[in-house]
Nanobody, 123 residues
Framework: QVQLVESGGGLVQAGGSLRLFCAAS????????MGWYRQVPGKERELVAA?????????YYSESVKGRFTISRDNAMNTLYLQMNSLKPEDAAMYYC???????????????WGQGTQVTVSS
């Protein structure tokens, strides 16, 4: 089993930045890709960014965040990051950390899911 704990969310003005953290514990050696989803009430969950176990060589970004968000990971520290710059009010959501065991990564359903951290962006 793997536990994922997010932190770093908060309130920020539009145009500002936040950095999200996801600490993984447990059987972390089983993990391949990791990523970030976000969700607002009444809308579908959106995969925002994902990264392979090997790091930034293989990443995914949704069109809505490309060029503004950067995903990274430190396998030695078992931590996933999401640097969010130039935040917009539409970025406000609950952000969830996810992890995959499958080598297919984010093309399949995640295996583990955190509790989320709230990001609020004021205009």
């Amino acid at each position: 089993q793997v536990q994922l704990v997010e932190s770093g969310g908060g309130l920020v003005q539009a145009g500002g930045s936040l950095r999200l953290f996801c600490a993984a514990s447990g059987s972390v050696f089983t993990l391949n890709a990791m990523g970030w989803y976000r969700q607002v009430p009444g809308k579908e969950r959106e995969l925002v960014a994902a990264i392979s176990r090997g790091g930034s060589k293989y990443t995914y970004y949704s069109e809505s965040v490309k060029g503004r968000f950067t995903i990274s990971r430190d396998n030695a520290m078992n931590t996933l990051y999401l640097q969010m710059n130039s935040l917009k009010p539409e970025d406000a959501a609950m952000y969830y950390c996810a992890a995959w065991i499958s080598p297919s990564g984010w093309n399949t359903k995640y295996d583990y899911w955190g509790q989320g951290t709230q990001v609020t962006v004021s205009s």
